[in-house]
């Protein structure tokens, strides 16, 4: 009799202990574990392991990167930040009037946020009358509106222009430099840092307007593509300003302001300039100091792919566009962009994820977005990996709406002659809303769970 109850209570704790486990295994199952699978074969080959970093693409096989006479350069592929080609690219060095990119990005983004009117006027302070090296010979007191100095700037690069509206923003050009720093740091320039709205140096700046620091203005060549990147993301109606070949700034002046980028497309057609236009070429700065040297930040769209260059430090005006041709070539000739993944996209492994206290228990989930790469062209083998990571269903609390983020994806691709991958993170979102369940459901919901566990572990012990 003693046998058969310890038999008995044997039994007993082992059922126990096998309910335990199974409820233990449920909550590690709806749990926020990273899942690895396979994508569509006939896209590319996914496999596990997915690498975490992106590296820059220099070359591929007998891509060889052009030679370069030059201080520092880089070339990206801006929507997907990949970096084609670098030469210093992390070097602080004067940027000369690439600087007025990033006064450019803010007074764009007060008239996007309705701060300012491409109408309104702006009246010239002392600051900006005194301003030396390119300039509109604005006079103290002069009026003239938003859009007519923000042309001056971004086509003739004047230097009085830039300092009114910098002032006209922000009562003071110092207190806007303080903006421009902030909005670097969170554009990730971190590599940059600005004296002035214009690119001057120190010692050119008026006297009574100089910064108190002995710092000059600083920028690396990522840190302007960054910037440029930046505009055409926020600002993509960029070109209608830097497109201007050129601009007759007052109806008495003898000669209207020429655009000083003579890589324009638009440019095939004047004889000065013909030999330097480049196809598909609409932006985008100019720079030019004694410190600097020659500086060009040139962006160009082709057959569907928008390229960014960078080149500090050339020995000429010519010459930083003759190296920004061969940067650019070698982006366009070598590479092209690819859709990996289109946007809505079921992933296998992750089509669906659960949700607490909902009417549903999970919910079915998509890419929010698209995935490309850039692709070397005529590349084989080409692999994409993929992980993901799902929010836990204790932070996925119904009620959910369509569209909703529940976690992130990120695909890896990597081909031949490239020893690292390049990284892509897109969220996963629902395709339905979820509504929030009825107590009552709830209930019956945790009975018929606690039943289903129990019922499972029996029958493992069998």
């Known amino acids: 009799m003693k046998a058969n109850n310890h038999k008995q209570n044997k039994k007993r704790s082992m059922i126990k202990k096998s309910v335990t486990a199974v409820m233990v295994l449920n909550m590690m199952y709806m749990s926020a574990l990273p899942v690895v699978g396979n994508f569509d ?151 940059t840092y600005f004296i002035n709205s214009t690119g001057l140096d120190r010692s050119d700046m008026p006297k009574g307007y100089q910064p108190d620091a002995d710092r000059e203005t600083v920028m690396t060549a990522r840190d302007a593509a960054t910037l440029a990147s930046n505009i055409i993301k926020d600002h993509p109606d960029y070109t209608r300003f830097t497109t201007i070949q050129s601009y007759k700034f007052r109806p008495t002046d003898k000669a209207p302001i020429i655009n000083y980028n003579w890589m324009l497309e638009a440019n095939k057609n004047i004889t000065n ?19 600097a040297g020659n500086c060009f930040t040139g962006t160009a769209e082709r057959n569907g792919m928008r390229l960014i260059s960078v080149v500090m430090g050339a020995d000429s005006e010519p010459h930083r566009f003759t190296e920004t041709a061969k940067v650019l070539n070698y982006g366009f000739d070598n590479f092209e962009v690819k859709q990996v993944v289109a946007p809505k996209t079921v992933v296998k492994g992750a089509e669906n994820v659960p949700v607490s206290k909902g009417t549903e228990t999970e919910v079915p989930v998509v890419t929010k977005d698209a995935v490309s790469f ?36 990120s695909y890896t691709y990597k081909t031949d002659g490239v020893e690292k991958g390049q990284v892509k993170t897109v969220d996963l979102v629902t395709t339905t809303d979820v509504e929030e369940a009825g107590w009552f459901r709830m209930l019956f919901r945790a009975i018929g769970n606690f039943f289903g566990d129990l019922f499972q572990g029996i029958k493992n012990l069998f």
């Open 374 to 409: 850039v692709v070397p062209k005529g590349a084989g083998n080409p692999k994409v990996t993929f992980t993901t990571n799902i929010t836990p269903e204790s932070s996925l609390v119904a009620p959910l709406k369509q569209g909703a983020k529940v976690g992130t994806i």
């Open 273 to 291: 300039f013909r030999k330097f236009a480049y196809p598909g070429l609409d932006g985008m700065k100019t720079g030019h100091t004694s410190n």
């Open 41 to 191: 074969p006939s896209v590319a080959t996914f496999a596990a392991g997915a690498t975490t970093e992106a590296v820059n693409i220099t070359g591929t096989g007998s891509v060889k990167p052009p030679s370069l006479a030059l201080r520092s350069a880089i070339l990206i592929e801006p929507s997907t930040g990949q970096v084609l080609l670098s030469m210093n690219p992390d070097e602080p060095l004067p940027p000369a009037s690439m600087t007025k990119m990033m006064t450019e990005y803010l007074v764009a983004e007060q008239v996007k946020q309705g701060k300012l009117k491409w109408t309104d006027k702006v009246t010239v302070q002392e600051n900006a009358a005194k301003s030396i090296g390119s300039r509109i010979f604005l006079a103290q007191g002069d009026q003239h509106t938003v859009e007519e100095l923000y042309i001056a700037m971004a086509v003739g690069s004047a230097n009085d222009a830039t300092v009114a509206l910098a002032e006209r923003v922000s009562g003071t050009e110092q207190d806007f430099v303080k903006l421009m720093n902030e909005t670097a740091q969170k554009m990730g320039m971190k590599n």
